[in-house]
């Protein structure tokens, strides 16, 4: 049950984090994002909107796992 | 102009036809409008931007017609989505549900391999000789699928409660990553996901249904992905022919859907592999002595 919460409450803060970064992937032009960030590039004005992507459905996936996970537990009848 | 006498209305038209049916036939849309070209002498590359942008159009065609296709499953599966995501679970009995997370899990790698992966083996692997080699060994990859099926068992009466039942959340990660094998061009999506099927225990006509429902979002959003380019700068001279190709594209997906969905009812992936096999055998050949 702990592992439980534990698991969902990473999953959010990941799933954030993520969705924030591809905001910053189609905002910022390569020259402008963080050194550590794939695709960072001093002098180029190319936005890496395909990063954005990748990183922004990698967080929502993270969010929709969150929500089932920490949803009502179901009986199975089977 | 320089465009347009390269991909003239004859071979926007021809493409289109061969677009629409390679793509949905597993034996890899992408080696074929490669090798074809070669082999007819165009002055075509598959890396121009012309020739990219002509796909683009063709590829949106026939994530329309799978979509018109399938519309009535799509709804149902949207509907089966929403339900469990309203309660926050999935219910073992709600085939929908369970298909239409499956279509996302196996999406989301392929999608993200190809968002990371598309530019650099296109540019690798962008001769016709090695589309040739690539479709030769898609051959093999298809009739070391049907060699290695497991028996699909009979569980449920409706296609869906089938697959739902049969696919794994771990099966439905590989079989959708496996189209990343796509990106090189010569090996076919819609092989990789049918033969994906048929190793985690799927009938034949099972593994096309999910192959196609697996394909729509993937094709359609790649495709949506690089409209820009269409209608930009990349666009211009090849528009006409890129519309033409697309209609072609779509007539001629229509009716190899409709063909496959009836084909694999009875039949295997083994008449492709064949052809896979030799076609790619003969183009390699071929471009050696050339």
Known sequence: ?78 | MIVASLISYPRAIALGLLQGVSELFPISSLGHSVILPRLLGWNIHQNDKYFLTFLVATHLATALVLLGFFWRDWLRILKGLGRSLRDRGIDPADADAKLGWLLVVGTIPAGILGLALEHKLRSVFASAQSAAIFLTLNGLLLAGAELLRRRAPQTAEDDDVRIARQVSWRDAVLVGAAQALALIPGFSRSGATMGGGLLVGLSNKDAARFAFLLATPIIGAAAILKLPELFGSDGDGVRGQALVGALCSAVTAYFAVRFLMRFFETQTLVPFAVYCFLAGLAATIYFAVQ
């Open chain 1, 1 to 78: 049950m702990r592992n439980d919460r534990l698991l969902v409450a990473l999953a959010v803060v990941v799933g954030i984090a993520l969705i924030a970064i591809a905001v910053v992937y189609w905002a910022e032009p390569a020259k402008s994002l963080p050194g550590f960030f794939p695709g960072h590039q001093g002098g180029s004005n190319h936005h890496h909107v395909k990063h954005g992507i990748a990183a922004f459905l990698v967080g929502l996936a993270c969010l929709v796992f969150a929500w089932f996970r920490s949803g009502p537990k179901r009986t199975s009848t089977a």
